[in-house]
């Protein structure tokens, strides 16, 4: 009885821990429940890079990376999948028209000569551009759609004024032929340039007019200014040659290799494709989780007066330990970050047909023992004591085949196994210590200690 | 109320065999048709295509005057050269059959040719709701990829699960516990190939999901009463094995239907009443759960049966974990 007691205070305190963290952590709902889009990019190998390693892949998704962050979209998630894909995530986004277009390029990366004359409009203009970023990242947190909109609007002006004031390009990404982070020594890094024999003649071409002016390099990828170093007087002779460069400027080891990512993303004339775009939008989602949660949950409750009108007092029970079992399977999602997709609903609804299963196994093996003549507390015994190996052998293979799609399977398919497997694995908790728990409290207690609660129909030579 | 598997077992496996039978006709019949091309309508999933779904914006006055015009739509798709798209016109509300929203597959469109087939339904219909479109596009590679890894997962499933059995079993367990899967996985195949045929439903990487699922749920059911047949020995090894099974079948039956039952019920309401996306995943795991326990309960343990009939001499399972145990400190 200690020991049920004891037991009874842990389940409740998980259960109200659980509730806590379901109230405080919002769940994280998938993109086919909340609208979006959510887009598959795939790398293609060309002449110049004939294979996608995992130094390609970084470059390219640096690239995204930018593309997504002046798409404006919070909550944006851009992550490689296999060796030679990358996943953009754009919650809220309904027409993804634009989304597709920016992204679907070839990164485009330049190099181009400061006008004589500019250097207060520059100053101004990239503090105008730190601003708004400021700004954009300000909106994007208080998912504030109409200043996202003024911001981005202001973001293409400035990106045009910044423009304005260097000449066409003169040196293009295929010149550049590898970028790095290099350390100083002390505590600071650079940047090195190597650029191809075409790439290091336009490049010295470029130093060369520029050295000693303070008009600076434009370095620009997709046309938005990336960095703008100035050339020192001393090679206002020959210009930087030899088709190597560094750009210094008091870099942590973070912003040098950041920039040299994007600077390699640049130089790669990767060519990227859209195959696979998954768009939803938000009512329609909106509309699909209610539908299939009003009509999960009404099948739900179905099982519960089922279980009640069926199997009486340990229906009951086995009612409360389904409401625990479902609240601590949530708060797990919850607290493991799981995003929760329609498949993923789908899969924790099965496993909950899982969990009743092993509640039906252990009620329907008490009543035969209740018949074949045993006391109440023996039938209840070997009631979970006998059903344990069905249990445990229905739970595994379920087990298996939950590892074999999440190992093996792809996004939905994933999100389905993640749900059912961890249910499973709930499960077999809340049947054999919540239940079992409950039941013995139960019968523990004089009044409840009747048979006939149990098993209707009983033959009354049953004590 | 005792009832005898063994018995009518050839009114069982006749019952079995008519269905299966049936679905494989039907997936004849679409492989050889040039519009599937395979045992089962492949959805875009597999295949690569692009899927639109665009309903009208009723708040915009006079958008939403009567239901769409399949051959308003039609015409449109032939102008953009789509003519041999598939087009479904859904109801905004199940109730009243209002037909506010077209849906087409058609082959994998990039951006622009999406955005120029979006301005021109437009223009011809009226204005979609932005909010409530449901864009899919997979480029066929990717499909093809989609579809290996999902079958690489069934595979290996598969292999698991006989595996387990042989061990927690015996080997000829294994075996008719796999041929009662096969059962359940050619019998939820096959109403999905005549589905598809008779309704053009397609199947898609959430049906692979509900083969894995029937897969687990169906090996569960026969499990459970192979649990109790190797009890039943265990307790009484001279009792001769049709009357084994038998019992051992009664035994559970209480349980095998109760169980489906529950499973059932969320399945049906969301079949039902669900959201569009879930209603084939729903039906094809109902279809797969209602096979799981006939097999469990008619086909593996009286094949089963037979089997071990066959060869009296076969030795008696011996229970690993000795259900005896409980029954002695009475």
Known sequence: ?463 | MKFSVIKQRSLWWTISGVFILAGLVAMAISWTRPDIGAPLRPGLDFVGGTRLQLELDCSVPDNCQGPIELDEVREVLANQGLGNSSIQLLDKDPLQQDRQIVSIRTQSLDVEERTQLQDSLSEAIGVFDPESTQIDTVGPTLGRQIFISGLKALLVSFAGITLYLTFRFQFDYAVFAFVALFHDIFVTAGVFSILGLVLGVEVDSLFLVALLTIIGFSVNDTVVIYDRIREVIAKNPTLPINQVVDDAVNQTLARSINTTLTTMLPLVCIFLFGGETLKYLALALLVGFIAGSYSSIFIASTLLAWWRHRQPSSPVPVSVDNPQAIEDQQ
């Open chain 1, 1 to 463: 009885m200690r020991k049920q007691r004891s037991l009874l205070i842990v389940i409740l305190v998980l259960v109200i821990a659980s509730v806590i963290v379901l109230i405080n952590i919002p769940m994280r709902l998938g993109l086919d429940l909340r609208g979006g889009s959510q887009l598959t990019i795939q790398l293609q190998t060309s002449e110049e890079v004939p294979t996608i390693d995992e130094r390609v892949i970084n470059a390219v998704q640096s690239v995204i990376e930018n593309r997504v962050n002046g798409l404006g979209v919070s909550e944006s998630v851009v992550q490689t999948i296999g060796q030679d894909q990358i996943l953009v995530q754009l919650p809220g986004v309904n027409d993804p028209e634009q989304a597709e277009r920016v992204l679907g390029g070839t990164a485009q990366l330049d190099f181009r000569e400061q006008l004589p004359g500019t250097n207060d409009q520059l100053l101004a203009e990239t503090q105008v551009k730190q601003q708004l970023e400021f700004q954009l990242e300000q909106a994007k947190q208080d998912g504030d759609e109409a200043a996202i909109e003024k911001t981005l609007a202001s973001v293409e002006g400035n990106q045009q004024a910044i423009a304005g004031l260097y000449q066409p390009p003169i040196l293009r990404g295929q010149d550049l032929r590898d970028a790095f982070a290099e350390p100083t020594g002390n505590d600071n890094w650079n940047i090195a340039l190597r650029f191809s024999n075409q790439g290091g003649d336009k490049f010295a071409q470029l130093t060369k007019n520029l050295a000693g002016t303070g008009r600076t390099i434009g370095i620009f990828l997709d046309d938005e200014l990336i960095s703008y170093p100035t050339v020192p007087v001393d090679f206002a002779e020959t210009g930087i040659t030899g088709g190597s460069a560094v750009i210094t400027g008091r870099f942590t080891a973070e912003q040098a290799n950041d920039l040299a990512v994007q600077l390699r993303g640049g130089a790669l004339p990767v060519p990227v494709e859209i195959v696979e775009n998954r768009t939803v939008g938000a009512t329609l989602g909106r509309d699909s989780i209610q539908r299939s949660l009003y009509a999960g949950g009404g099948g739900l409750i179905l099982v519960l007066i089922f279980m009640v009108v069926y199997y009486r007092l340990p229906g009951l029970i086995a009612d409360v330990a389904l409401i625990v079992y479902a609240i601590l399977t949530l708060a797990i999602f919850d607290l493991l970050g799981v995003t929760l997709t329609l498949p993923g609903i789908a899969g924790f609804i099965l496993s909950i047909g899982m969990a009743v299963d092993a509640n039906v196994l252990i009620f329907e093996r008490t009543r035969e023992e209740l018949r074949a003549g045993k006391t109440l507390y023996r039938s209840v015994e070997s009631g979970f004591f006998r059903a344990f190996s069905s249990i445990l052998d229905g739970n595994l293979t379920t087990g298996i085949a939950c590892i074999a799609l999440f190992w093996l399977g792809t996004g939905l398919v994933k999100g389905f196994a993640l749900t059912l497997g961890l249910g499973v694995a709930v499960s077999m908790f809340t049947a054999l210590t919540c239940s079992r728990t409950l039941m013995f409290t139960a019968i523990g207690l004089p009044e409840l200690r009747k048979p006939e609660l149990f098993c209707p129909n009983l033959k009354k030579a049953v004590s």
